[in-house]
């Protein structure tokens, strides 16, 4: 990754923990400029650079395992700004000359919290709050020169500074909600410890990746850019719009399985926020004969991704034609890959490989197009509010996230005309609840599951009906890798119920899924 070069950059540097990226996003969110990098790569790397602060996150590891990772202690002396967070905490006690016991009394979950000097770490925060806590060692005594902040019942040491310095850390998670104040403890680092300049704004962000496209693509270059309905897709398509007018086509493929009104949203609400030059390509039919009698979930997917690549590249070879006989040549390609993708398909950081995403790794080898990637440096959050800037329909920027499936994957069963209709009623009737409940931006994502090879018995009117039952399964995230059921109030999933087994005469039946992932996946299939 190359950082905005404007901006102050802070390196999140992972051992393992849960919440890396929730830490990056919590350092943007101070207005600093922030990029994950592993715990393997060598401090020289690091401070090469020139990094305004680093900021050593937690991880599942004690300091004193054998195999633990470690971090060169040359970091705490290179005159970097240093921030430990949990097993960081420790490691920069321990590499400093502090001592790290392995006291038996382990704190996990929300733990009070004693301030007993507040210092500049912990200006102005309550000397009593609760934080979120995640270790077995505690720090038993600081290194020579550091002012210990606070304490716990268990813990000693449970925060420490040394201003002159420029390090400080402390044994909780401050980047978690739970963590009361935990936003202020950071930014009191990254601002009045660090000095980091606050200059990561959306519309700083909107305004140079616009800039940042127009020297890509030059003052002539065509591009092209596939629509799918969702925020990535639209927002990046925004930006080099803003940046190259009607140089840019996008292409919607329209294969049948989108949300109601979905569709149209693209064709109409898209075009007239941004005046995009559109090539709808009707595959309704194509993708309903290649899905006929297909129930394997996994065959589901990979007929309507072949399909989809199909389509995709057939309304490739329309727009290259219409350029071609204009003389023209379309070279650039338009990607909504986002940092989590790069992060998590080992680019830019040379972090482990995790998947090969389909944003990043995907793409065939002979490639005649250069990659145009505006949001590759933001993540799903920062990415809504540049659309918000850019003036998108606010229904496209707070879409709960889609699958690239779509309702093929929703229907449990072959996916029919007939099936696709029934979802799509009663998806909607959820949708539109939940939006009257003024719910849509606490609700991750509310996926609706038609079981359409089940059949439940029940009355209505006076007579006896067979008809499908629905799974409404509402959760709550930051991120998707894990999530929690959403506690719908009553009466909302009682007028989703009633409306739905009301209005969809197929349906007789709504069920509620309350399976957190893990164990259960977001998606049925």
Same mark, same amino acid.
């Given at each position: 990754?190359?950082?905005?070069?404007?901006?102050?950059?802070?390196? !999140?540097?992972?051992?393992?923990?849960?919440?890396?990226?929730?830490?990056?996003?919590?350092?943007?969110?101070?207005? !600093?400029?922030?990029? /994950?990098?592993?715990?393997?790569?060598?401090?020289?790397?690091?401070?090469?650079? %020139?990094?305004?602060?680093?900021?050593?996150?937690?991880?599942?590891?004690?300091?004193?395992?054998?195999?633990?990772?470690?971090?060169?202690?040359?970091?705490?002396?290179?005159?970097?700004?240093? $921030?430990?967070?949990?097993?960081?905490?420790?490691?920069?006690?321990?590499?400093?000359?502090?001592?790290?016991?392995?006291?038996?009394? +382990?704190?996990?979950?929300?733990?009070?919290?004693?301030?007993?000097?507040?210092?500049?770490?912990?200006?102005? /925060?309550?000397?009593?709050?609760?934080?979120?806590?995640?270790?077995?060692?505690?720090?038993?005594?600081?290194?020579?020169?550091?002012? !210990?902040?606070?304490?716990?019942?268990?813990? *000693?040491?449970?925060?420490?500074?040394?201003?002159?310095?420029?390090?400080?850390?402390?044994?909780?998670?401050?980047?978690? =909600?739970?963590?009361?104040?935990?936003? %202020?403890?950071?930014?009191?680092?990254?601002?009045?410890?660090?000095?980091?300049?606050?200059?990561?704004?959306?519309?700083?962000?909107?305004?140079?990746?616009? @800039?940042?496209?127009?020297?890509?693509?030059?003052?002539?270059?065509?591009?092209?850019?596939?629509?799918?309905?969702?925020?990535?897709?639209?927002?990046?398509?925004?930006?080099?719009?803003?940046?190259?007018?009607? +140089? =840019?086509?996008?292409?919607?493929?329209?294969?049948?399985?989108? +949300?109601?009104? @979905?569709?149209?949203?693209?064709?109409?609400?898209?075009?007239?926020?941004?005046?995009?030059?559109?090539?709808?390509?009707?595959?309704?039919?194509?993708?309903?004969?290649?899905?006929?009698?297909?129930?394997?979930?996994?065959? %589901?997917?990979?007929? /309507?991704?072949?399909?989809?690549?199909?389509?995709?590249?057939?309304?490739?070879?329309?727009?290259?034609?219409?350029?071609?006989?204009?003389?023209? %040549?379309?070279?650039?390609?338009?990607?909504?890959?986002?940092?989590?993708?790069?992060?998590?398909?080992?680019?830019?950081?040379?972090?482990?490989?995790?998947?090969?995403?389909?944003?990043?790794?995907?793409?065939?080898?002979?490639?005649?197009?250069?990659?145009?990637?505006?949001?590759?440096?933001?993540?799903?959050?920062?990415?809504?509010?540049?659309?918000?800037?850019?003036?998108? *329909?606010?229904?496209?920027?707070? +879409?709960?996230? $889609?699958?690239? #499936?779509?309702?093929?994957?929703?229907? /449990?069963?072959?996916?029919?005309?007939?099936?696709?209709?029934?979802?799509?009623?009663?998806?909607?009737?959820?949708?539109? @609840?939940?939006?009257?409940?003024?719910?849509?931006?606490?609700?991750?994502?509310?996926?609706?599951?038609?079981?359409?090879?089940?059949?439940?018995?029940?009355?209505?009117?006076?007579?006896?009906?067979?008809?499908?039952?629905?799974?409404?399964? #509402?959760?709550?995230?930051?991120?998707?890798?894990?999530?929690?059921?959403?506690?719908?109030?009553?009466?909302?999933?009682?007028?989703?119920?009633?409306?739905?087994?009301?209005?969809?005469?197929?349906?007789?039946?709504?069920?509620?899924?309350?399976?957190?992932?893990? *164990?259960?996946?977001?998606?049925?299939?």
């Amino acid at each position: 990754m190359t950082q905005p070069a404007e901006h102050d950059l802070v390196l !999140v540097v992972d051992f393992g923990a849960q919440y890396a990226q929730l830490i990056a996003r919590r350092v943007r969110e101070a207005r !600093v400029y922030s990029e /994950i990098v592993p715990h393997t790569m060598p401090v020289a790397e690091m401070l090469a650079r %020139k990094p305004k602060a680093i900021i050593l996150s937690g991880g599942p590891s004690s300091v004193y395992a054998d195999g633990a990772p470690g971090i060169d202690d040359h970091v705490f002396t290179a005159g970097v700004p240093v $921030f430990g967070m949990c097993y960081g905490f420790q490691l920069m006690a321990k590499g400093l000359g502090g001592e790290v016991a392995h006291t038996g009394a +382990r704190e996990y979950g929300r733990t009070p919290v004693t301030v007993t000097e507040a210092g500049t770490l912990l200006e102005g /925060i309550p000397a009593e709050h609760k934080v979120w806590m995640s270790h077995g060692d505690s720090v038993a005594r600081a290194p020579e020169g550091f002012t !210990v902040l606070a304490s716990t019942e268990d813990t *000693p040491v449970a925060a420490f500074e040394d201003v002159g310095r420029g390090l400080a850390g402390v044994q909780w998670h401050p980047e978690v =909600l739970h963590s009361e104040h935990g936003q %202020k403890v950071l930014e009191h680092f990254l601002h009045h410890i660090a000095g980091a300049r606050q200059t990561w704004t959306m519309l700083n962000i909107a305004e140079e990746q616009i @800039e940042r496209v127009r020297e890509q693509i030059g003052d002539s270059g065509l591009a092209i850019c596939g629509l799918s309905g969702g925020v990535d897709s639209a927002v990046a398509a925004a930006i080099v719009q803003r940046a190259i007018g009607d +140089r =840019l086509h996008c292409v919607f493929v329209d294969h049948g399985l989108l +949300r109601e009104g @979905e569709a149209e949203q693209v064709e109409r609400d898209f075009v007239a926020a941004t005046g995009v030059n559109l090539h709808v390509y009707d595959a309704r039919e194509t993708f309903l004969s290649a899905l006929a009698g297909v129930t394997d979930p996994e065959e %589901k997917r990979k007929v /309507i991704g072949r399909e989809f690549i199909r389509a995709f590249e057939a309304a490739e070879v329309q727009v290259l034609g219409e350029a071609a006989d204009a003389g023209e %040549k379309v070279g650039f390609l338009v990607q909504g890959t986002l940092y989590p993708d790069v992060v998590e398909s080992g680019g830019g950081a040379g972090t482990s490989n995790i998947k090969s995403h389909h944003n990043v790794g995907g793409l065939p080898e002979d490639l005649e197009f250069e990659l145009v990637e505006p949001l590759r440096t933001l993540f799903k959050d920062e990415v809504r509010l540049v659309g918000e800037q850019l003036g998108l *329909p606010a229904d496209i920027v707070w +879409r709960q996230p $889609f699958p690239g #499936p779509g309702l093929g994957i929703r229907i /449990i069963g072959e996916v029919t005309a007939d099936r696709l209709d029934i979802l799509r009623r009663a998806d909607a009737i959820a949708r539109q @609840e939940l939006t009257r409940a003024g719910l849509d931006r606490d609700i991750w994502q509310m996926p609706v599951v038609l079981l359409a090879d089940v059949r439940s018995v029940g009355v209505q009117g006076d007579g006896r009906t067979y008809g499908h039952p629905v799974v409404i399964r #509402p959760v709550t995230s930051e991120d998707a890798m894990t999530a929690d059921w959403a506690r719908l109030p009553y009466e909302v999933m009682e007028r989703i119920s009633t409306r739905i087994t009301n209005e969809v005469a197929e349906v007789n039946r709504v069920t509620l899924d309350i399976t957190s992932k893990p *164990p259960g996946t977001i998606e049925w299939e």
